[in-house]
Structures are given as structure tokens and as C-alpha cells.
């Protein structure tokens, strides 16, 4: 079992900047890629970025040169750095934690993110 917890979202003006963070517990080794996804009200959940073990990231086309995913393994934590925050980008962000095939996920309880224009 793995549990993530979330934190850092809030409200910021348009323009401005946040950093989310999801720090993991309990079999974290089982987990080979972790990210973030967010639904905002009345629509689907969407992904915002991945990042594997290995380093590789990726990105919604919505925040590609805004967004930045990382990790840092010594305190088996993913960080979700926003820049140039949009009206748009307000929603509710999920940290993820996925196992070897995508056959377990996990997900942290979500902090929410309102951007005001």
C-alpha cells in the first residue's frame, strides 16, 4: 500500500506561481512513476504531468513551458512547480502514484488551486 499526501495548493492571481508537493509512504518501491492530474468542476480528470523513476517526464500540451515535475527520491517526494498560472488551471490536483504496468494506482486526496483572473 502506498499513501500520498498533497499540499502547497491555495488561490493566486493569474500570472502568478505555485508549487504543489506529494510526499509518499509505505511501499513506495513498488511505484515506477508518479504525477499529477486535476479535474476541475463539471469535467473529467486530466493528466498534468508524469515523471518516472528514470527521470522522464511528461507533459499536457496545456502546461508544457509552465508546468515543471520533479522528484526528489531522498524524501520520496514529487513537486509540481506552475508558473504563469491561468484562469483555466484552476481545479482540484491529485498526486498519482502508478506500479510497474499500470496495474495499481494510487491517488493522495487532492488540493485544490484557484486561479482568479
Known amino acids: 500500500q502506498v499513501h500520498l499526501v498533497e499540499s502547497g495548493g491555495g488561490l493566486v492571481q493569474a500570472g502568478g506561481s505555485l508549487r504543489l508537493s506529494c510526499a509518499a509512504s509505505?511501499?513506495?518501491?513498488?511505484?515506477?512513476?508518479m504525477g499529477w492530474y486535476r479535474q476541475a468542476l463539471g469535467k473529467q480528470r486530466e493528466l498534468v504531468a508524469t515523471i518516472t523513476n528514470g527521470g522522464r517526464t511528461n507533459y499536457a500540451d496545456s502546461v508544457k513551458g509552465r508546468f515543471t515535475i520533479s522528484r526528489d527520491s531522498a524524501k520520496n517526494t514529487v513537486y509540481l512547480q506552475m508558473n504563469s498560472l491561468k484562469a483555466e488551471d484552476t481545479a482540484v490536483y491529485y498526486c498519482?502514484?502508478?506500479?510497474?504496468?499500470?496495474?495499481?494506482?494510487?491517488w493522495g486526496q487532492g488540493t485544490q488551486v484557484t486561479v482568479s483572473s
Open positions: 509505505g511501499n513506495i518501491f513498488s511505484l515506477n512513476a
Open positions: 498519482n502514484g502508478q506500479s510497474l504496468g499500470a496495474l495499481i494506482n494510487y
